[in-house]
């Protein structure tokens, strides 16, 4: 019926034109075409039809080929499981399980990855032994599968295809599989989000929630496509991952690393900020002290003329993989993949936490957020709590603890420490508001500010943060432009899955790594001003960035705590984005006494040991539509690359397709259309925050509509223009006591400042009621402040409230 619809609309165009010469006379191929008649036409365009119709028989037949396939595989790997699970567990038993735990125990340096990964991310070993088995008995299956002449005929393999290739074809047959775990009750009418993330997606409960696996953009490259590190495209080794940080990326020991013309180092933290409220993966807890063979330690090797470190005493930069993701079902045939230990929503999670427990040992009893009064009676706003007593950080002063957050990572370094005290302090304003102005009891108190400040974070992110590194053009097309005014966003999905991909959290969003600079700055209300007076000190000592881990910084009163900081991460320029690096993070990443790394080194080794693919693999996928590809070293001239950059390459990678994907997109040149990262980079994080956005049923832009299970969970239009006049600069504003005045957009380095009350100002009264008298659509943003209505609707909550 399609091709007869088909054809005769061609025939009605045929005739209607009158097939004269003229018809085609800016042709410039003109052909004897011009003289076929209106039947010959309408013959070719039957043939046409025809072929089209045999297309889609051909796409049928191959998918039945894949379901037969896939019955054939499925049939003989249960016919064998049971086999290689014996075996599985007989390589991998509780003998190797204590043998690790002992090891753990007597690990001299017990805290090297602290400052990464702490208790919550630690694999509980009874899943690690758990995981190792599944690992194994997925290996043995394919193994034996491989060598099943059958498998391999309906695989379209011959018996001499390579043991990877075949590994790669029985995983396309059941990627995409998903198992919902019936285990999750889910209460589709709840207006707020569960603490881990589930129930988000009501389809799939467990998805994006915490302990999720990561996805793929490509499929794995591991040595063996099921876990083995990435090998070169010849079968040997890749080059040594601190050579590759050394030859390409150069040292920063003995220059300063180039400033950013645009960016604050405010926008590195909250790129850092941002990151730990998405992604974390699993680690297993191995010792990796050297000497040794476990293949769970890729310790990287310090090269013989790496003076910088072996003047230092440190021959090897310890490191463990991470821990692979436990399936529903152990054996699954699938390559090894790697959990995500938080959230993959914003949802600040990084603020209250991705468990329950998390969450209660954050909450106050009121509904706000516990905090630590500033000792000595400091004049100074509230500070994080303090942390645990067996939480690992370089404050040696009992005065002064670390700190305690929704997120281990918190006390990486001070300027991230500030940015967690800001979203406590703003959580804890909204909360004494609604104290003050409703009768709500402490848990609806807790869960209103909870929806406004992840709402807000997501508001910055997506209104100044993006747009900053992400040309127009890209925002464009992944859909990351905001709605305006009153507007809802239409584009939620439960088809769409909004967790990390790996390629966005082993590379292409640490390119956040780039824009660290070497101290924090730190300046007195006078020197943020540029009064210019002798007498005035305009500065306070700077915060050495390799000084990481160590709170006390934040406490000091003298030096202006918080405020200070902020002042300092809004004036400071960040380093330009250039595929070079601070010698506080390429020399001086300590993560504990006596051990020191190199956080490119790191970033590289993670790539390869998650077997994610090489560069040229992501600039040349479709889904970024990147118009010069990538397939030799003189492609890379051709796309812009730096010819140094280009000659450093070639002298450490042997084929242009073993360039790893972190190196290849921090040197990638910016994109023609505008941003601050090469199209790669960005085609990697647009895709990324595209889903993160359509995939989340709490996103605070969504329409209220039944059928999408959106109707609590939404804002009334009343609540989300307010929502549209946050930004970075108003909330440091809000929530610091000694900053009276910033610069207008906090990202974007400027020498004018702002009146904190001049900026726009979010009405908190109308997030009281759900009553709101604003047309359906509006297309403009109003400065008018609503009135509102303070009486407080009954609407529907979550079930436990």
């Known amino acids: 019926m399609v091709g007869h619809i088909h ?43 025809e072929m089209s119709a045999r297309g889609i028989d051909k796409k049928r037949e191959q998918q039945l080929e894949k379901r037969d396939a896939k019955t054939i595989v499925e049939t003989k790997a249960d016919a064998l499981r049971k086999g290689c699970q014996d075996e599985a567990e007989k390589e991998y038993d509780e003998k190797i399980l204590a043998e690790k735990e002992e090891g753990k125990k007597k690990a001299i340096n017990k805290h090297y990855i602290s400052l990464q990964h702490g208790e919550k991310s630690l694999q509980e070993g009874k899943k690690w032994l758990q995981g190792k088995q599944s690992e194994s008995t997925t290996a043995c299956l394919v193994r034996k599968l491989c060598e099943d002449q059958e498998v391999l005929t309906a695989l379209g393999l011959s018996s001499s295809s390579e043991e990877k290739d075949c590994a790669l074809a029985i995983f396309r047959l059941f990627e995409g599989d998903v198992h919902p775990d019936e285990n999750i009750r889910c209460n589709p009418n709840a207006r707020f989000r569960t603490a881990d993330g589930t129930c988000n997606n009501l389809d799939n409960p ?146 209250y936490g991705s468990s329950e427990e998390e969450e209660d040992n954050l909450r106050a009893p009121d509904g706000s957020l516990k905090i630590m009064k500033p000792p000595h009676g ?73 929806k406004i400040v992840g709402a807000i974070l997501q508001h910055i992110t997506y209104n100044e943060f993006l747009p900053l590194i992400l040309s127009p053009r890209t925002r464009r097309d992944f859909n990351l432009n905001l709605e305006r005014g009153t507007n809802y966003f239409e584009g939620y999905s439960e088809d769409v899955n909004a967790q990390m991909t790996q390629a966005f959290s082993t590379a292409a969003y640490r390119f956040g790594h780039s824009l660290v600079q070497e101290e924090f700055r730190r300046f007195t209300q006078d020197g943020f001003e540029h009064i210019c007076d002798k007498n005035s000190k305009a500065e306070y000592l700077p915060i050495q960035v390799r000084d990481f881990g160590n709170p006390i910084f934040l406490y000091q009163k003298c030096n202006g705590g918080v405020d200070s900081i902020f002042r300092g991460l809004m004036k400071m320029p960040a380093a330009k984005i250039d595929g070079r690096f601070s010698s506080a993070v390429q020399e001086h990443l300590s993560r504990g006494e006596g051990d020191i790394a190199d956080l490119i080194s790191l970033n590289t080794q993670r790539g390869r040991e998650h077997g994610v693919p090489g560069y040229t693999v992501y600039r040349n996928l479709p889904l970024c539509n990147i118009a010069r590809k990538v397939n030799s070293f003189d492609d890379l001239k051709r796309a812009g690359f730096d010819p140094e950059d280009i000659k450093n390459l070639k002298k450490v990678y042997t084929h242009v397709e073993d360039i790893d994907l972190f190196t290849g997109a921090m040197l990638e040149p910016d994109s023609v259309n505008g941003g601050l990262l090469g199209p790669t980079a960005q085609c990697i994080i647009a895709d990324q925050f595209n889903r993160t956005r359509s995939g989340d049923r709490f996103w605070y832009e969504n329409e209220p509509d039944e059928e999408k299970n959106t109707k609590n969970t939404a804002f009334t239009r009343c609540q989300l223009r307010q929502l549209r006049r946050a930004s970075v600069s108003k909330l440091i504003c809000d929530n610091m006591d000694f900053i009276p005045a910033v610069p207008r957009f906090g990202f974007i380095q400027s020498k004018t400042h702002v009146d904190c009350d001049k900026l726009p100002e979010m009405d908190l009264s109308l997030f009281i009621t759900r009553r709101c008298n604003i047309p359906d659509r509006s297309d403009s943003v109003s400065n008018d402040s609503e009135s509102g209505d303070s009486e407080v609707d009954d609407y529907r909550l979550n079930d436990e409230l």
Request: contains cysteine; hydrophobic residues 35%; glycine residues 6%.
């Open 7 to 49: 054809s005769g609309l061609v025939l009605l165009l045929i005739l209607g034109l009158g097939m004269t010469s003229s018809y085609i006379i800016d042709d410039p191929y003109p052909s004897n075409k011009e003289m076929e008649t209106v039947e010959d036409m309408t013959d070719e365009m039957t043939k046409l039809d």
């Open 378 to 450: 400091c004049p100074l706003g509230d500070l994080l709590p303090a942390a645990f007593p067996e939480t690992f950080c370089e404050s040696v002063d009992p005065n002064t603890p670390c700190f305690l957050a929704g997120d281990e990572r918190v006390n990486e370094n001070q300027g991230l420490m500030s940015v967690h005290t800001l979203l406590v302090r703003e959580h804890n304003r909204i909360a004494a508001f609604f104290g003050k102005r409703t009768q709500w009891n402490p848990e609806r108190i807790y869960q209103e500010a909870r």
């Open 206 to 351: 467990r998805q994006g929630a915490a302990g999720d696996q990561f996805l793929r953009l490509a499929e794995n490259d591991y040595a063996d496509g099921i876990s083995e590190l990435r090998a070169a495209k010849d079968g040997s080794e890749l080059p040594n991952a601190r050579t590759v940080s050394l030859e390409v990326h150069g040292s920063n020991a003995d220059r300063t690393n180039p400033d950013s013309m645009v960016l604050t180092h405010l926008t590195m933290n909250w790129g850092q900020f941002m990151d730990h409220d998405l992604t974390l993966a699993e680690f297993p807890g191995i010792n990796c002290e050297p000497p040794t063979k476990d293949p769970e330690c890729i310790n990287i090797e310090i090269p013989e003329n790496d003076d910088i470190f072996r003047s230092k005493g440190v021959f090897d930069i310890e490191m463990e993989r991470d821990a692979a993701h436990v399936p529903e079902e152990l054996g699954k045939l699938a390559p090894r993949e790697h959990s995500n230990s938080i959230t993959a929503y914003i949802d600040a999670s990084n603020v």
